[in-house]
């Protein structure tokens, strides 16, 4: 449940996000603007997921790598068996890039997320959502590019990341 929990312990965008096709960066600024661009793609696509119908997992699936992918897979496999719901949504509200690794293939980011306005639920509308779920979620993020593509590969909760409202 870490990825996912850690985004959520919360959450329908039309038409369904894709990231940003990527060749070669020319320059940090294009390389965090691109991360930027996934992970808020990332929170869209999380926004949009209905745990009832794993259909809606793969554009999670498709901005994710390593072992963030698999954790998100196992906690929307959890989330699904368990017949839980989404409600509400989170938002990105900061997003700084902190450095690359030249030829700028990996990107790690502070990223704050607002997850004040969303929850699971259970079957009968009851939160199963931690009562101490803060409602910032600061974030320190790694990206990686894979076939061209900026991809999500890790997220560690960060006290030092910028999430000031």
């Known amino acids: ?3 996912v929990v850690v985004m959520l312990a919360g959450c ?3 038409p369904a996000p894709t990231p940003t096709p990527t060749a070669a960066f020319t320059s ?3 390389a965090f603007a691109a991360a930027e661009e ?3 793609a990332y929170t869209d696509a999380l926004n949009a997921v209905d745990p ?3 259909e809606t997992f793969e554009p999670v699936f498709d901005l994710t790598s390593g072992d963030f992918e698999a954790a998100d897979r196992r906690t929307l496999s959890e989330l699904h068996a368990q017949n839980y719901a989404f409600t509400g949504q989170m ?3 900061n997003f700084e890039g902190m450095g690359t690794r030249p ?7 502070a990223v ?4 004040s306005n969303s929850d699971v639920v259970d079957q009968s509308g009851n939160s199963v959502t931690p009562l101490d779920r803060p409602d910032l979620n600061p974030l320190r993020v790694t990206f990686v590019v894979s076939d061209g593509r900026m991809l999500i590969d890790r997220a560690d909760r960060d006290s030092e990341a910028a999430c000031a409202g």
């Not at 030829?103 to 980011?109: G, K, L, S, T, Y």
């Not at 704050?112 to 997850?115: G, P």
Request: with cysteine; aromatic share 6%; glycine share 0%.
């Open 103 to 109: 030829p700028f293939e990996e990107v790690e980011a």
């Open 91 to 93: 938002a990105v509200i």
């Open 52 to 54: 009832t119908n794993p």
């Open 1 to 3: 449940m870490a990825a």
């Open 12 to 14: 329908t965008p039309t």
């Open 28 to 30: 940090e600024e294009e």
């Open 38 to 40: 996934t992970y808020r």
């Open 112 to 115: 704050c997320v607002d997850v």
